[in-house]
């Protein structure tokens, strides 16, 4: 079983930066995809970034390429997004995720292929 709890979302201005961490309750093994998730109101839950879990190959999804980061600590217990140039469309409640990866190079972005989440968190970004 593993626990993810985010942290560092808060309120800011568009144009500004927040980055992300989201800190395992034990080292997640070379096996295992993380991801980030996002969900604003009214919407569904999306993937913005996935890392695989021995290639280190990122994912980003179209609207946050570019301004978005997603990193792995080497010890393997800290997921961290890094994102930059906000806009009011960055509003959501952020999630990380992470499940066990068997074969293959590319990590899902189906949130129902993910096995474990973190409760969330805010980030808002006004104009």
């Known amino acids: 079983q593993v626990q993810l709890v985010e942290s560092g979302g808060g309120s800011v201005q568009a144009g500004g930066s927040l980055r992300l961490s989201c800190a395992a309750s034990?080292?997640?093994?070379?096996?295992?995809?993380m991801g980030w998730f996002r969900q604003a109101p009214g919407n569904e839950r999306e993937a913005v970034a996935t890392i695989h879990p021995w290639s280190g190959e990122t994912y980003y999804s179209d609207s946050v390429k570019g301004r978005f980061t997603i990193s792995q600590d080497n010890d393997k217990l800290t997921l961290n997004l890094q994102i930059n140039s906000m806009t009011p469309e960055d509003t959501a409640v952020y999630y990380c995720?992470?499940?066990?990866?068997?074969?293959?190079?590319?990590?899902?972005?189906?949130?129902?292929?993910?096995?474990?989440w973190g409760q969330g968190t805010q980030v808002t970004v006004s104009s």
């Open positions: 034990r080292s997640i093994s070379s096996t295992y995809c």
């Open positions: 995720a992470a499940y066990r990866k068997v074969s293959g190079s590319v990590c899902s972005t189906r949130s129902g292929h993910y096995e474990y």
